[in-house]
C-alpha cells in the first residue's frame, strides 16, 4: 500500500466550529507532515512528526494543533478558524525525516470557513 | 519563507515539445527535490538531486543542478496532455521549533500541454 489517505475531502465550517482532519498512511514511514496550500500558492509547512516528536513552523496560529496517535496517523484539529484559513490541507509521509526522503502526499481536504 | 523560486510562471506548450523549467534559490542546499500536481491534488514526486550531482535522469524527465549559480533545470521530453500540471522545486532550508528540517516549496510553474 503506497498511499496516503486522507478525510474528508471537503469540510465546511464556521468560525466557532471544532472540527478535525485526519491522515493515515501504511507504508510504515515514520515521519509525517501536515501543509496549507492556498490557490495558486507552494504548499507551506505546518507541522511534522518524526517518530512521534513534534517540530512546529513558529508562524502557525495556536488555532492548528497536530495530534500524532500512531506513526501510521496524523489529525489535525482545527478550532476557531478565520476565513483566510481557508485552503487546500495537504497531508504527507516519509520513510524518515530529512532533506533525501521524498514526500509522499495524499490527495488533500479543501476547507472553507465561513 | 520561500527558498525556490521558479520560471517561467507558466508555460504553453503542444504535445510532443519539450518542456524546460527553472528553479533558483537562495542558500546552500543538501539537495533539491521537483514535485508535480495535478489541479487542486495531491503532490507527486518525480526526482531528487543530490548537492553533488549534476544530472540526473528519469524517464523522460531530466533533472541539472549547477550549485555555483544555485539553480536547477526540470527537462520534460515529448511532452504529453497528460503532464499538464503545475511543476514545484523544493529544496531543504533550516529546520523547524523541535528539530525537523524544514523543505520549502518554490512558487512552481503551470504546465499546459495542449493536444
Known amino acids: 500500500d503506497t498511499e496516503v489517505t486522507q478525510t474528508p475531502k471537503h469540510l465546511v465550517m464556521g468560525m466557532t466550529n471544532k472540527k478535525s482532519l485526519k491522515c493515515e498512511q501504511h507504508m510504515g514511514h515514520r515521519a509525517m507532515y501536515w501543509y496549507k496550500q492556498k490557490a495558486k500558492k507552494p504548499p507551506e509547512l505546518m507541522f511534522v512528526y518524526s517518530y512521534e516528536k513534534l517540530s512546529i513552523n513558529e508562524s502557525v496560529p495556536s488555532r492548528f494543533s497536530p495530534e500524532c496517535p500512531n506513526s501510521s496517523l496524523l489529525n489535525l484539529h482545527l478550532h476557531a478558524l478565520q476565513p483566510e484559513d481557508s485552503a487546500l490541507y495537504l497531508c504527507?509521509?516519509?520513510?524518515?525525516?530529512?532533506?533525501?526522503?521524498?514526500?509522499?502526499f495524499g490527495p488533500g481536504t479543501r476547507l472553507t470557513v465561513l | 519563507s520561500q527558498q525556490g523560486e521558479e520560471d517561467p510562471q507558466a508555460l504553453s506548450i503542444q504535445e510532443g515539445e519539450n518542456a524546460t523549467m527553472n528553479c533558483s534559490y537562495k542558500?546552500?542546499?543538501?539537495?533539491l527535490q521537483w514535485y508535480r500536481q495535478n489541479s487542486g491534488r495531491g503532490l507527486v514526486h518525480l526526482i531528487l538531486?543530490?548537492?553533488?550531482?549534476r544530472e540526473k535522469h528519469s524517464g523522460r524527465l531530466r533533472v541539472t543542478l549547477d550549485t555555483s549559480k544555485k539553480s536547477s533545470s526540470l527537462l520534460i521530453t515529448a511532452s504529453r496532455a497528460a503532464d499538464t500540471a503545475s511543476y514545484f522545486c523544493a529544496t531543504d532550508a533550516g529546520y523547524l521549533q523541535g528539530g525537523s528540517e524544514k523543505l520549502v516549496f518554490g512558487k512552481g510553474t503551470k504546465l499546459t500541454v495542449n493536444p
Open positions: 504527507a509521509s516519509s520513510q524518515d525525516q530529512g532533506p533525501y526522503n521524498e514526500q509522499f
Open positions: 542558500t546552500s542546499i543538501n539537495n
Open positions: 538531486i543530490r548537492s553533488n550531482e
